[in-house]
T-cell receptor, first 113, second 111 residues
Framework: AQSVTQLGSHVSVSEGALVLLRCNYS??????LFWYVQYPNQGLQLLLK??????LVKGINGFEAEFKKSETSFHLTKPSAHMSDAAEYFC???????????FGKGTSLLVTP | KAGVTQTPRYLIKTRGQQVTLSCSPI?????VSWYQQTPGQGLQFLFE???????NKGNFPGRFSGRQFSNSRSEMNVSTLELGDSALYLC??????????FGPGTRLTVT
């Protein structure tokens, strides 16, 4: 079954510091991978996706992620954190059917001044 | 384009009652998926509809059901509510298999 594991349920960074949120996947077929962000009392917003092609994917708000097949990873990064980046981040992989997403448990990002 | 809309945004029900939640997808999107989000279980897939047909179903009891109308709007129903059904219910629409856009959710509280 397709699944993702997010390492670290809470990550704290200083404003201006590098953001690194970790996601490892398990998939029996080439995976389609996603990162979503959720702000309090809101739904999920798509940050970026990897389907095929270029392994370095750029998303909104300055985020990017790199698909590394050899490491089965899809870590999310941002060079410089802003206070507005504080939110819950979810990594997701398509199920075998392709009609649903399996989500990780989420990582809560705290940005300190 | 308007985003995915869900109504109502908040709902309080009593154990044993039933509830219906509504979702209007992004215009032109024919696939609608439903997810349950709880602090303990995280985000879990409920079911997905495309052109009024359920294509995929998650591992939830039969008390959870859904349907899709010809205009792609979707409803989900939960019968005989239990305390554990308290959750944020998220609807997502998609024009392609793999990219889903989420609504703001319906917060259901069962007392």
């Amino acid at each position: 079954a397709q699944s993702v594991t997010q390492l670290g349920s809470h990550v704290s960074v200083s404003e201006g510091a590098l953001v690194l949120l970790r996601c490892n996947y398990s998939s029996s077929v080439p995976p389609y991978l996603f990162w979503y962000v959720q702000y309090p009392n809101q739904g999920l917003q798509l940050l970026l996706k990897y389907t095929t092609g270029a392994t370095l994917v750029k998303g909104i708000n300055g985020f990017e992620a790199e698909f590394k097949k050899s490491e089965t990873s899809f870590h999310l990064t941002k060079p410089s954190a802003h206070m507005s980046d504080a939110a819950e981040y979810f990594c997701a992989v398509t199920t075998t059917s392709g009609y649903a997403l399996n989500f990780g448990k989420g990582t809560s990002l705290l940005v300190t001044p | 384009k308007a985003g995915v809309t869900q109504t109502p945004r908040y709902l309080i029900k009593t154990r044993g009652q039933q509830v219906t939640l509504s979702c209007s997808p992004i215009s032109g999107h024919r696939s609608v998926s439903w997810y349950q989000q709880t602090p303990g279980q995280g985000l879990q897939f409920l079911f997905e509809y495309f052109s009024e047909t359920q294509r995929n179903k998650g591992n939830f009891p039969g008390r959870f059901s859904g349907r899709q109308f010809s205009n792609s709007r979707s409803e989900m129903n939960v019968s005989t509510l239990e305390l554990g059904d308290s959750a944020l219910y998220l609807c997502a629409s998609s024009s392609e298999f793999y990219e889903q856009y989420f609504g703001p959710g319906t917060r259901l509280t069962v007392t």
